[in-house]
């Protein structure tokens, strides 16, 4: 079964600085894809960015950018210029061949002025 | 998202009452899911659906039934609620190798 760690429950970063969330997840599949997803306060699950496994170049998504390795099964998520929207809980997720996504237990993202 | 809608918003219930969720699509996707949100856990798969009238359990069934007459329809069923079923309530919409689209969840509380 695929497991899915985010081991930073909660974390900090001023505004306009640069924060990096750490996942580490486990998968005996060679083709699927890692997610990350953002929930607000006001609970909405948004997709911030995907990254297919077989793909070698990290995704990007404007200030939102991914270290993926493959090899080590480690996905973290890179904050670039922190603004106070970005305020959240960040969920790291990973998706196999039988689409079900399993999520790790998020981490706590505060953006300080 | 405007296409998957979760209802009620919010609702409390009674220890023992039977509760049911619902949650419509406007597109016509394979995958349903539904999840439950709780402090210090993430969210938990509790039944999935593949296509109408296939469904198969997540991580935490117990205590859940679900069905899927229609495509567009998935709708949760805590037959006798009990308190540990208190929870924010997730469905979930995906065609196949997709990205799941969210709809805005349901905090049930049981008394």
């Known amino acids: 079964a695929q497991t899915v760690t985010q081991s930073q429950p909660e974390m900090s970063v001023q505004e306009a600085e640069t924060v990096t969330l750490s996942c580490t997840y486990d998968?005996?599949?060679?083709?699927?894809?890692l997610f990350w997803y953002k929930q607000p306060p006001s609970r909405q699950m948004i997709l911030v960015i995907r990254?297919?496994?077989?793909?070698?170049q990290n995704a990007t998504e404007n200030r939102f950018s991914v270290n993926f390795q493959k090899a080590a099964k480690s996905f973290s998520l890179k904050i670039s210029d922190s603004q106070l929207g970005d305020t959240a809980m960040y969920f790291c997720?990973?998706?196999?061949?039988?689409?079900?996504?399993?999520f790790g237990k998020g981490t706590k993202l505060t953006v300080n002025p | 998202d405007a296409g998957i809608t979760q209802s009620p918003r919010y609702k409390i219930t009674e220890t023992g009452r039977q509760v049911t969720l619902m949650c419509h699509q406007t597109?016509?996707?394979?995958?349903m899911f539904w999840y439950r949100q709780d402090l210090g856990h993430g969210l938990r798969l509790i039944y999935y659906?593949?296509?109408?009238?296939?469904?198969d359990k997540g991580e935490v069934p117990d205590g859940y039934v679900v069905s899927r007459s229609k495509t567009e329809n998935f709708p949760l069923t805590l037959e006798s609620a009990t308190r540990s079923q208190t929870s924010v309530y997730f469905c979930?919409?995906?065609?196949?190798?997709?990205?799941?689209?969210f709809g805005n969840g349901t905090r049930l509380t049981v008394t």
């Open positions: 979930a919409v995906s065609p196949a190798h997709s990205p799941l689209h």
């Open positions: 990254q297919e496994a077989y793909k070698q």
């Open positions: 597109w016509s996707h394979s995958y």
């Open positions: 659906s593949a296509a109408a009238d296939i469904t």
């Open positions: 997720a990973h998706q196999g061949g039988s689409e079900k996504l399993v």
């Open positions: 998968t005996s599949e060679n083709n699927y894809y």
